[in-house]
């Protein structure tokens, strides 16, 4: 996978105190929070190629990241080779094959996406039934309902009544905490990486399946009825989920990212058509 050059400054990825990995050559630097280096190195007495992350960022939760992959054995989740969480938090996976959706599906102009949704749902039901050793995932802002205030300067006041009843009684499983397409990979139709587990924990199951669902500014696909249907389709398959509840995180989501997502027009025009299509119960 092809990667940016360096965007900006970083920690030296040479100078980490390595126990069992040793850097050769910086290949990219992966836009991320932290300061994330795709390297090639040396691993066993082996050529390898990895991804090393360093906290770059209050709340990083690399450490959480390595105890929840240390408890996975499959190859679609990434392995640790190496990490340190002394002076400086860091650690190392190896690289994973394949590529995001949003490179394999393009413009997706005749839905292309849909042939991979049902399988991009099964797997997040799958991820919900692992027994994990985990805590509860950390508060974020997005698993609250938007304030007033916000609603009134998106003027989305006519929204207050929907979100002053949010669900009840939420369905408690290991979560992801942030499985959308830019941390899943795809190799020949099938998944074949699942990245990114900062955010893992016990949390709410709905949430973690919405936050999956809604559309991101830029992305071009999980924008239909029928491709969301799809996905949830493939959840169901393996479990189940309270339909009206992920739509209501979906609202809650969409609220929170139109309050900086103001200079795309394209973006913000459909989140308050959706918006409006589900308080009229044509979602």
């Keep these: 996978?092809?990667?940016?050059?360096?965007?900006?400054?970083?920690?030296?990825?040479?100078?980490?105190?390595?126990?069992?990995?040793?850097?050769?050559?910086?290949?990219?630097?992966?836009?991320?929070?932290?300061?994330?280096?795709?390297?090639?190195?040396?691993?066993?007495?082996?050529?390898?190629?990895?991804?090393?992350?360093?906290?770059?960022?209050?709340?990083?939760?690399?450490?959480?990241?390595?105890?929840i992959l240390s408890q996975f054995h499959s190859p679609i989740y990434p392995t640790v080779i190496d990490y340190g969480f002394d002076e400086t938090t860091f650690s190392v996976t190896l690289e994973l094959s394949g590529e995001r959706l949003s490179v394999l599906v393009g413009e997706n102009e005749t839905l292309e996406s849909l042939s991979f949704m049902e399988e991009y749902g099964a797997s997040l039901a799958r991820l919900h039934?692992?027994?994990?050793?985990?805590?509860?995932?950390?508060?974020?802002?997005f698993f609250h309902s938007p304030p007033d205030e916000l609603l009134n300067g998106l003027g989305l006041g006519e929204y207050k009544g929907f979100f002053a009843n949010p669900p009840k009684d939420a369905v408690q499983c290991f979560c992801h905490g942030d499985f959308h397409y830019a941390n899943?990979?795809?190799?020949?139709?099938?998944?074949?990486?699942?990245?990114?587990?900062e955010l893992s924990g016990i949390g709410n199951r709905d949430f973690d399946i919405a936050w999956a669902m809604f559309r991101r500014p830029g992305q071009k696909f999980m924008k239909?009825?029928?491709?969301?249907?799809?996905?949830?389709?493939?959840?169901?398959?393996?479990?189940?989920c309270d339909h009206a509840s992920?739509?209501?995180?979906?609202?809650?989501?969409?609220?929170?990212?139109?309050?900086?997502?103001?200079?795309?027009?394209?973006?913000?025009?459909?989140?308050?058509?959706?918006?409006?299509q589900l308080k009229k119960g044509l979602v």
């Design 1 to 67: 996978m092809k990667h940016p050059d360096k965007w900006r400054e970083t920690i030296d990825p040479f100078s980490l105190p390595y126990k069992s990995f040793k850097p050769t050559e910086i290949l990219g630097y992966p836009h991320a929070g932290n300061d994330v280096f795709y390297a090639r190195g040396l691993f066993g007495g082996k050529e390898v190629k990895a991804y090393i992350k360093v906290a770059r960022q209050k709340g990083a939760a690399i450490e959480n990241e390595v105890a």
């Design 129 to 141: 039934q692992l027994s994990v050793s985990a805590r509860p995932v950390k508060d974020r802002r």
């Design 184 to 197: 899943i990979l795809w190799d020949r139709h099938h998944i074949s990486g699942i990245l990114d587990f």
């Design 224 to 240: 239909t009825d029928v491709e969301q249907a799809a996905f949830l389709r493939g959840y169901q398959q393996l479990a189940l």
């Design 246 to 276: 992920i739509q209501y995180y979906m609202a809650q989501c969409y609220v929170y990212f139109l309050r900086f997502s103001g200079v795309d027009t394209e973006y913000c025009d459909y989140v308050r058509f959706w918006l409006n």
